[in-house]
């Protein structure tokens, strides 16, 4: 299946910084879904985002669905050592029948 | 609680054999599906089943087997024919299968190859 681009591969940041990561596609998709991994667990969804254009936010999370409908941005601000983890971007197509399409990932490193 | 509860935790498969792997949900999703989970990659569909007594092949589906009996059950089997079983699986579940609903994931079944 298709697969979203997921960018960065890694982040390492100290405390405090804030973090971005992005997704792309070259397919449009109507649902984008952020999840947080973390080692030995499965993801749990951070925020849903169902309109172009739309900004969500989740206390320090803030992620966009982008106008074109082919990529999303998800903000950490004020990282704290909690937010280490694996954050994986996903989308959902009107065809696709539930069947998400997942980023590879971004590992954050926060360091005190 | 309501959740998703995947069993066991850790899973050891001999050669030629087959195991299964549990996943129950309370959440009374219609939608269930199951992924696969290597290292340094995002998740991939193994199968998914948008109602009980129903359920479809996913992007590698090959070496695996499924059924939905019941709403709440979705167990998938590792054959022996899947040769390289060595992963991360992950259940997961959605109120319905669409484009509006976001999917719930389980803690994993980590299967490791004895």
Redesign the interface.
Known sequence: GQQLNQSPQSMFIQEGEDVSMNCTSSSIFNTWLWYKQEPGEGPVLLIALYKAGELTSNGRLTAQFGITRKDSFLNISASIPSDVGIYFCAGLTTDSWGKLQFGAGTQVVVTP | DGG?T?SPKYLFRKEGQNVTLSCEQNLNHD?M?WYRQDP??????IY?S?IVNDF?K??IAEGYSVSREKKESFPLTVTSAQKNPTAFY?C?S?I?????????????T?LSIL
Do not use: E, K, M, T
Request: without cysteine; positive net charge.
């Open positions: 998703i995947q939608a599906y340094g990659q995002g998740l991939r569909l998914y948008q479809q996913g992007d992950l997961a959605s319905v299968a669409r484009a509006n609903q976001p999917q719930h994931f389980g803690d994993g980590r």
